[in-house]
């Protein structure tokens, strides 16, 4: 798995540093070295181990030993990685560009490719000697390579490269924080400003490592909920495509009420044959009398039949009540002597 890991490290001995990289000299028994380079070299160095055994001579007499010959890195190469000599070039350039001496190592070991980088943090000048290429005041040490700032861009250069091979990646959180230092009673300004300035970063990386912490577990989450997600959705999409594809149905015709058109069609003949004519009206109104009398006539009917029922019923109830009296008095003849009424 890939790993924004970076190792920043400077020395005195680049001779021996520079064939521990290549795998040259008491160091040709490493078999993990597969690849070596060296570039952007003065043309009086045949190699970058004569330009490093130089530069191990100057600078020690420029600071009374105590000067750096080189500044060098260990990175991790990420699995990812296709071409991983190619990609160990790519990320050198990036470092070196053209204008600083380097030699590249690409070391393969078993599960842990990396690669070694050692540089010169002074630009090379081919009009130089080489006691004039590492002399103070004639090509002067970068010192943009001594800033916090510089080891900071590398990482993120490493952390954009490995992004690319793995668009997911997030970076580790660090393990521990820098010391911020105790609050003196005489201490100078500098010294304070530089204990603020730590402080500041020790409070800011706090920040970062639980935003960053909220963000894993967030990533974690989505990586648990969206394959069930898909899983539902994909086996939601196949039921719909199973299902048999509807059969259009066409709405049913009204039935035609086949009398009534009959009728308009009649009448529409009939007005065609018979045009109106100026009576017309005179017609109308006799035949309105005729269902006025009709209507008379209907109602009349009713009338006597409702009177002949009603005298129908009168009879009735009188001949029930006379029948009622003639039974009282037939009952009365007959009864025995003694019995009460």
């Not at 160990?88 to 190592?105: I, K, M, Q």
């Not at 894993?216 to 990586?223: P, S």
């Not at 969206?226 to 059969?247: M, T």
Request: aromatic share 6%; charged share 35%; glycine share 6%.
């Amino acid at each position: 798995m890939a790993t924004d890991f970076v190792q920043a490290s400077n020395g005195r001995n680049g001779k021996n540093h520079s064939a521990y990289i290549a795998g040259e000299g008491r160091y040709a028994d490493k078999n993990e070295v597969i690849y070596s380079e060296d570039g952007n070299l003065p043309q009086w160095a045949t190699s970058a181990a004569d330009f490093f055994a130089a530069a191990d001579k100057h600078e020690a007499q420029a600071k009374s030993g105590k000067g750096r010959s080189y500044r060098g890195l260990m990175i991790p190469i990420p699995h990812e990685a296709p071409d991983k000599v190619q990609w160990s070039r790519d990320f050198t350039r990036e470092v070196c560009g053209t204008d600083h001496a380097f030699r590249l190592g690409v070391h393969a070991l078993e599960g842990n490719p990396h690669l070694h980088l050692m540089f010169s943090e002074r630009k090379t000048r081919h009009d130089l000697s080489p006691q004039e290429h590492f002399a103070r005041g004639k090509n002067n040490k970068v010192r943009e390579f001594t800033k916090d700032t510089w080891l900071e861009g590398v990482k993120n250069r490493m952390l954009e490269k490995i992004r690319k091979l793995v668009p997911g990646y997030v970076r580790k959180p660090r393990r521990g924080e820098e010391k911020i230092g105790p609050r003196l009673k005489r201490a100078s300004a500098r010294y304070e400003a530089a204990r603020a300035a730590r402080e500041a970063r020790v409070l800011k990386l706090r920040e970062d490592e639980k935003a960053l912490a909220f963000v894993t577990r967030e990533i974690e989450r989505l990586n648990t909920e969206i394959p069930f997600a898909e899983n539902k959705r994909g086996r939601a999409l196949d039921r719909i495509l199973s299902r048999p594809a509807p059969v259009p149905v066409r709405p049913a015709r009204p039935k035609e009420n086949t009398r009534l058109a009959d009728q308009q069609k009649i009448r529409l003949a009939r007005s065609q044959k018979a045009p109106a004519f100026a009576g017309s009206s005179v017609l109308d109104r006799i035949a309105e009398r005729r269902q006025k009398e009709k209507a008379a006539k209907f109602a009349d009917i009713e009338r006597e039949s409702h009177e002949a029922s009603y005298e129908m019923e009168k009879n009735k109830s009188a001949m029930d009540e006379g029948m009622g009296t003639e039974a009282r008095d037939t009952a009365r003849k007959f009864r025995p002597r003694g019995m009460n009424r």
